[in-house]
C-alpha cells in the first residue's frame, strides 16, 4: 500500500462568520478526518471569514485574502469545497471560489500544464432543501475545468425533508449513508491523489 503522506485543504463556503456553527463546517472537517486515516493532514478555511475579493485574478489587491488560500491550494494535494444549498444551487462564495479559480486558466507551467493539473477535488454539500445533485454537477464542471481530477464517488453530502428546518448539524448522530460516502470519497481522493503524484499528466 502507498503511504506517500498527501495534504489537503477544505474550503468551506457557508455565508455565516465564525464562530456561527455551520453543517458545511461540520462535514468539511469529517471528511478531513476521513482522509486523516488515509495519511492526509491538511486545514479548513472558512472562506467568509477572509476579504476574498470579487474578480478573476490571482491577486485582486487592496487587502485581497485570496493569494494566501491561493497558495494553500497550490501547496496542497486534495482540495474539498463545501458548500450549503441556497435557492437550489451553490452558496455565492462557492461560486466566487470558482470565479477565483478562474485565473488558473492562464497559469501554467514551463510544459503548458495547469499548475492545478494533478490536484484532486471532492464536494460536500448541506441543505434542508433539495438540490444536492446540481449543487455538486455545477462544481463538478467548474473545478475540472480550473485543471482538478475529479475521483470517483467525489461528493458527500447530506439533505433534509424539503421545506423543513433541520439542519446537518442538529442531527443526534451522522447518518449512515451520509458517513459511509464521506469515507468512500475520503478513500478515492487520496488514492487517487497519489497515484497523480507519481505520474503527471503530459505536457499540454
Known amino acids: 500500500m502507498d503511504h506517500t503522506p498527501l495534504r489537503a485543504v477544505a474550503l468551506v463556503c457557508t455565508l455565516s462568520p465564525s464562530p456561527a456553527r455551520s453543517s458545511s463546517q461540520l462535514l468539511a472537517e469529517q471528511t478531513m ?15 467568509v ?12 489587491g487592496d487587502g ?10 497550490l501547496g ?7 458548500t450549503p444549498i441556497w435557492l437550489g ?18 497559469e501554467t507551467d514551463d510544459e503548458g500544464r495547469m499548475l492545478t493539473y494533478g490536484k484532486v477535488a471532492g464536494v460536500c454539500v448541506v441543505g434542508n ?16 475545468d480550473v485543471g482538478f481530477t475529479l475521483p470517483a464517488n467525489a461528493v458527500t453530502y447530506w439533505v433534509g425533508e424539503a421545506m423543513h428546518g ?10 449512515e449513508k451520509t458517513a459511509a460516502t464521506t469515507a468512500t470519497l475520503a478513500a478515492n481522493a487520496a488514492h ?12 499540454s
Open 33 to 47: 478526518t476521513a482522509l486523516g486515516e488515509h495519511g492526509v493532514t491538511g486545514k479548513v478555511i472558512r472562506v
Open 49 to 60: 471569514d477572509h476579504d476574498v475579493k470579487p474578480g478573476v485574478k490571482t491577486d485582486m
Open 64 to 73: 485581497d485574502a485570496w493569494p494566501e488560500i491561493r497558495d494553500t491550494i
Open 76 to 82: 496542497c494535494d486534495i482540495l474539498i469545497l463545501s
Open 89 to 106: 444551487h451553490p452558496s455565492s462564495l462557492a461560486q466566487r471560489v470558482l470565479e477565483r479559480l478562474d485565473a488558473e486558466l492562464s
Open 129 to 144: 432543501e433539495d438540490g444536492a445533485h446540481n449543487v455538486s454537477a455545477n462544481l463538478f464542471q467548474g473545478l475540472n
Open 166 to 175: 433541520t439542519d446537518y448539524q442538529d442531527l443526534d448522530k451522522t447518518p
Open 192 to 203: 487517487l491523489a497519489r497515484r497523480l503524484k507519481g505520474a503527471s499528466y503530459p505536457p
